[in-house]
């Protein structure tokens, strides 16, 4: 089992450009959370999806963020016209469902660099 | 929404001794409470979970002790390495692999 795989590892960006992640997870796993971390801070949520649905993105901001996890390739977190505050660490998890004894696995992260 | 709270902010030990992290909670509702270990660089890893019918749980160095009623539960490493300097991170949550909120964080350096 590969674990979590997140592409790219790193992502350089000017700003105004757009900056998709990638995140293919475990084998057997249909939920995908997607993670944001600043520098010398803690992971913050963004979004919940299984696959083609959004079950929670209180924390994904409004504008320039979106997220998706089609029925067949890796879920995809979009950043349109991107600015410096979003550089960032950009961790994926997934989990085979949810209820006592699952768990989430983390991927290596993505690391985002806005120039 | 879940308040999380994390202390001390920083910790260092000398090699051997134990280190002890703090985390507080708000939402009552929360019944899976872990502890995750980041190195610099690197994804976090799930070091130790517990869930709130068990009032401790250790793995050879490493427990963690819950006190529901009054909203915290604490990360115990006893003998301390130096591999243990990492920044740790509590995330209480409704559910294990629902969305985590997590701490703050701990920096963690033992001293060799």
């Known amino acids: 089992n590969a674990g979590v795989m997140q592409n790219p590892r790193h992502l350089v960006r000017r700003r105004g450009q757009e900056a998709r992640l990638r995140c293919s997870p475990m084998k057997g796993h249909s939920h995908v959370y997607w993670y944001r971390q600043l520098p010398e801070e803690g992971l913050k949520f963004m979004v919940y999806?299984?696959?083609?649905?959004?079950?929670?993105e209180s924390g994904m901001p409004k504008e320039r963020f979106s997220a998706e996890f089609p029925k067949e390739g890796p879920s995809i977190l979009r950043i349109q016209q991107v600015v410096r505050g979003d550089s960032a660490a950009y961790f994926c998890?997934?989990?085979?469902?949810?209820?006592?004894?699952?768990?989430?696995?983390f991927g290596q992260g993505t690391r985002l660099t806005v120039v | 929404g879940e308040n999380v709270e994390q202390h001390p902010s920083t910790l260092s030990v000398q090699e051997g001794d134990s280190a002890v992290i703090k985390c507080t909670y708000s939402d009552s509702a929360s019944n899976y409470f872990p502890w995750y270990k980041q190195e610099l660089g690197k994804r976090p890893q799930l070091i130790i979970d517990?869930?709130?019918?068990?009032g401790e749980k250790k793995d050879q160095r490493i427990a963690v002790t819950l006190n529901k009623t009054a909203k915290h539960f604490s990360l115990h490493i006893t003998e301390t390495q130096p591999e243990d300097s990492a920044v740790y991170f509590c995330?209480?949550?409704?559910?294990?692999?629902?969305?985590?909120?997590f701490g703050s964080g701990t920096r963690l350096l033992v001293r060799p």
């Open positions: 999806l299984q696959k083609e649905n959004i079950i929670d």
């Open positions: 998890a997934s989990s085979p469902g949810t209820g006592s004894g699952t768990e989430a696995f």
């Open positions: 995330a209480p949550s409704m559910d294990s692999s629902y969305k985590l909120i």
């Open positions: 517990i869930r709130s019918n068990v």
